[in-house]
């Protein structure tokens, strides 16, 4: 069954471009070329990634991603036509995983996804959990409990979570969590990790300080007395 995705673009003439590639490379395609109307087709689809640009009629995408956020970790593309570092470190601290700048490249944006869905789909493939201090990830569902009280993780800071607990006690640079989470090719840089590192933490309530923050080198997931 192919996967779903969510395109929210309110110019029809760049929302049926993004259409034809991922259709040409085998996706289900829904639109919206509102904000509303993003948030209905959600409601009603198993949508697997959403392509949410941020200047929309209704409800623009901030909104759109906020609201969404507050019950589901589907991987979030955010489309900006903003160079502004601050808008797009907003749209991280709102829950998006990844952003691309317009003027874009089809194949790029078409690349990303796939990305995702990809890191996703071989966390659904595995059949174990890692539980630290309280801490439980369950893979194949990406689920994550603390103290037993379950606690929703977007895409994004899930893997970041998980690659922390893999390598717990190692000191993780934020080179290596770039590299790692978004690829080569991603734009960002130290201020996003830090970004989604904030929201981590936040999540983890007093949990929180099992992530430390290494001065000059970057972060470590160590199971504090």
Request: charged fraction near 25%; include cysteine.
């Amino acid at each position: 069954m192919p996967k779903t995705i969510l395109i929210v673009e309110d110019e029809p003439i760049l929302r049926e471009i993004m259409k034809d590639y991922f259709v040409n490379e085998g996706y289900a395609v829904l639109e919206a070329g509102d904000g509303k109307r993003a948030l209905d087709l959600f409601q009603d689809h198993d949508v697997n990634l959403i392509i949410l640009d941020i200047m929309l009629p209704e409800l623009d995408g901030w909104s759109v991603c906020q609201r969404i956020r507050k019950g589901s970790g589907v991987p979030i593309i955010m489309l900006t036509a903003r160079m502004d570092e601050d808008d797009t470190l907003l749209g991280f601290e709102l829950g998006a995983d990844d952003y691309v700048t317009k003027p874009y490249s089809p194949p790029i944006l078409l690349a990303r996804a796939r990305r995702l869905l990809e890191s996703r789909q071989v966390a659904e493939q595995e059949n174990d959990t890692l539980s630290y201090h309280g801490i439980t990830l369950n893979l194949p569902s990406r689920t994550v409990k603390v103290d037993g009280e379950a606690c929703n993780l977007t895409h994004t800071e899930f893997e970041i979570l998980k690659y922390l607990m893999v390598n717990k006690g190692n000191i993780i640079t934020r080179e290596q969590l770039i590299t790692k989470i978004w690829g080569y090719d991603f734009a960002g840089d130290d201020r996003t990790v830090n970004s989604h590192i904030r929201n981590l933490r936040a999540k983890l309530g007093n949990k929180s300080s099992c992530i430390v923050t290494v001065v000059r080198s970057g972060y470590k997931f160590e199971c504090l007395p």
